[in-house]
């Protein structure tokens, strides 16, 4: 009966029930049918909300919506495209400016609706064809969720009880590969797939006088990674000094915030949280009724009783990730599916916390994935490209590059646990 609950939550996100009541929803049927007591329950899910752990995840998201309006995002854009010349330049710039705002915000909605409004005209001036850049930046704008701060990671932390400065450090690895496959890639298809042309754009400014008016926007990361691995901080404290810092860069250094920007800004970081939240602790709730009725391990039990082979185990889980993430979006993927498959991972051994990078990994293929594809959706709606145009470009992306970088994730565990291992966080 339990196995019901993710394909009830699958189609009532397919007919359009918000996220967080689809959530509602499977808990209530789950509620009704082994008959839970709904306040010991709630108790038990607020309880577990309540960690200072959480506290980092509305300030990174405000730091994100922060970055869109205060010009730092135009800034790090105008570093970037100066430094990437050559084959293929405009697009390396995208994916590097992409990574660089990731290292701040650690969303990918903020990095499509900033880097994409800013370099889809300049991309489009270069030859690029819309649909291309709309796929590009689709794939890009997830490096958010590899490269640390991730919200991703702090709700697999959260929901797997990880050490959250451990799964940061362990996506790290997997980020660098896709950055350097995405590039790559993307040299190959010039001249291809597309002529890229090599007119400088107009307007631009010497190199020094960018980099000068960058250095407050590249800076962020330096300060937020720096004092997290540096044990200055926590990741809870490193999300306070982002926004702090995102305030001071974008009002008083490039004085670029007004009351309404501001104000915006906040109110969007508020309801996002708010939807966050209430998913989380709907599936905390659902997590112990699981839990409970021993739900994981007689999943697990009958995969493997199945599937005896460690490495088809592996295969079977990359599997249902990517599938799962092109059904769901990229929080209900961490938040339930993740947590359900940890049992059988660790049964397979492999650690927590390399499956924090897998996971991180699945989300940018499923993300990016017909039929749901929500990032796409919104890349293409950014870049004012047809879906249809972008759904090739993507899938070439995904499985020459995204799907391949997945794969070498799964199967190299020391990718993803070399740097936690170094800082001593395992």
Same mark, same amino acid.
């Given at each position: 009966?339990?196995?019901?609950?993710l @394909?009830?939550?699958?189609v009532?996100m397919a007919?359009g029930?918000p996220?967080?009541?689809?959530?509602?929803g499977?808990?209530a049927?789950?509620t009704?049918?082994?008959?839970?007591?709904?306040?010991t329950l709630m108790?038990q899910g607020f309880?577990?909300?309540?960690t200072l752990?959480?506290?980092a995840? /509305?300030?990174? %998201?405000?730091t994100?919506?922060?970055m869109?309006?205060?010009?730092?995002?135009?800034?790090?854009v105008?570093?970037?495209?100066?430094l990437?010349?050559?084959?293929?330049g405009?697009?390396t710039?995208?994916v590097?400016a992409?990574s660089?705002f990731?290292?701040?915000?650690g969303t990918?909605t903020a990095?499509i609706?900033?880097?994409g409004?800013?370099m889809?005209?300049?991309?489009v001036?270069r030859?690029y064809?819309r649909?291309r850049?709309?796929a590009?930046l689709?794939i890009?704008?997830?490096?958010?969720i590899?490269? +640390? /701060?991730?919200?991703?990671?702090?709700?697999f932390?959260v929901?797997?009880?990880?050490s959250?400065a451990?799964?940061f450090?362990a996506s %790290?690895g997997p980020?660098?590969?896709?950055?350097v496959?995405? %590039?790559l890639?993307?040299?190959f298809l010039v001249?291809?797939?597309?002529?890229?042309t090599? =007119?400088?754009l107009?307007?631009?400014e010497g190199?020094?006088?960018?980099t000068?008016?960058?250095l407050?926007?590249?800076?962020?990361p330096?300060?937020i990674?720096?004092?997290?691995y540096?044990g200055v901080f926590? +990741?809870? =404290?490193?999300a306070?000094?982002?926004?702090?810092a995102?305030?001071i860069?974008?009002?008083?250094?490039?004085?670029e915030?007004?009351w309404?920007?501001?104000?915006?800004?906040?109110?969007e970081?508020? =309801?996002?949280?708010?939807?966050?939240?209430l %998913?989380?602790?709907f599936?905390?709730?659902i997590s112990?009724?699981?839990?409970f =009725?021993?739900?994981p391990?007689?999943l697990t039990?009958?995969?493997?009783s199945?599937?005896t082979?460690p490495?088809a185990a592996l295969l079977?889980?990359?599997?249902?990730?990517i599938?799962?993430?092109?059904?769901m979006?990229?929080?209900?993927?961490?938040?339930v599916v993740a947590?359900?498959?940890l049992p059988l991972m660790v049964?397979?051994?492999v650690d @927590?916390?390399?499956?924090?990078?897998?996971?991180?990994?699945?989300v940018?293929?499923?993300?990016?994935?017909p039929?749901v594809a @929500?990032?796409?959706?919104?890349?293409?709606r950014?870049?004012?490209?047809p879906?249809?145009?972008a759904?090739? +470009?993507?899938?070439g992306?995904?499985?020459?590059?995204a799907f391949?970088v997945m794969l070498?994730?799964s199967?190299? /565990?020391g990718?993803?646990?070399?740097?936690p291992?170094?800082?001593?966080l395992?």
């Amino acid at each position: 009966m339990a196995l019901v609950a993710l @394909p009830l939550l699958i189609v009532l996100m397919a007919i359009g029930v918000p996220v967080a009541w689809s959530f509602a929803g499977v808990l209530a049927y789950l509620t009704v049918v082994y008959d839970v007591n709904l306040n010991t329950l709630m108790l038990q899910g607020f309880r577990s909300l309540n960690t200072l752990v959480l506290v980092a995840l /509305p300030l990174f %998201i405000l730091t994100g919506y922060l970055m869109q309006s205060g010009g730092i995002a135009q800034r790090i854009v105008a570093f970037v495209a100066r430094l990437a010349t050559g084959r293929g330049g405009m697009g390396t710039a995208l994916v590097l400016a992409s990574s660089i705002f990731g290292a701040i915000s650690g969303t990918a909605t903020a990095a499509i609706a900033s880097i994409g409004s800013i370099m889809t005209e300049p991309l489009v001036a270069r030859g690029y064809p819309r649909g291309r850049i709309a796929a590009l930046l689709g794939i890009s704008s997830l490096l958010g969720i590899l490269i +640390p /701060p991730s919200i991703t990671m702090i709700l697999f932390a959260v929901v797997t009880r990880q050490s959250v400065a451990a799964c940061f450090a362990a996506s %790290i690895g997997p980020a660098i590969l896709l950055i350097v496959g995405l %590039i790559l890639y993307n040299r190959f298809l010039v001249g291809r797939a597309f002529e890229e042309t090599g =007119e400088p754009l107009d307007g631009q400014e010497g190199l020094g006088i960018v980099t000068l008016r960058a250095l407050p926007a590249l800076s962020l990361p330096l300060i937020i990674l720096g004092g997290i691995y540096g044990g200055v901080f926590t +990741p809870t =404290e490193a999300a306070a000094v982002a926004a702090v810092a995102a305030l001071i860069v974008g009002g008083l250094i490039y004085r670029e915030f007004t009351w309404g920007s501001l104000t915006r800004s906040i109110i969007e970081a508020a =309801e996002t949280t708010g939807t966050i939240i209430l %998913i989380l602790l709907f599936s905390f709730m659902i997590s112990r009724i699981l839990a409970f =009725e021993r739900v994981p391990q007689t999943l697990t039990e009958a995969i493997q009783s199945v599937v005896t082979n460690p490495v088809a185990a592996l295969l079977v889980v990359n599997l249902v990730l990517i599938v799962t993430g092109a059904l769901m979006d990229d929080v209900s993927v961490t938040v339930v599916v993740a947590p359900l498959f940890l049992p059988l991972m660790v049964a397979n051994g492999v650690d @927590p916390v390399h499956f924090a990078a897998i996971v991180a990994c699945s989300v940018v293929i499923g993300a990016n994935s017909p039929p749901v594809a @929500p990032v796409l959706f919104l890349s293409c709606r950014i870049c004012r490209a047809p879906i249809m145009q972008a759904v090739g +470009p993507a899938l070439g992306l995904m499985v020459f590059v995204a799907f391949p970088v997945m794969l070498v994730t799964s199967f190299w /565990p020391g990718l993803s646990l070399a740097i936690p291992r170094a800082l001593g966080l395992l």
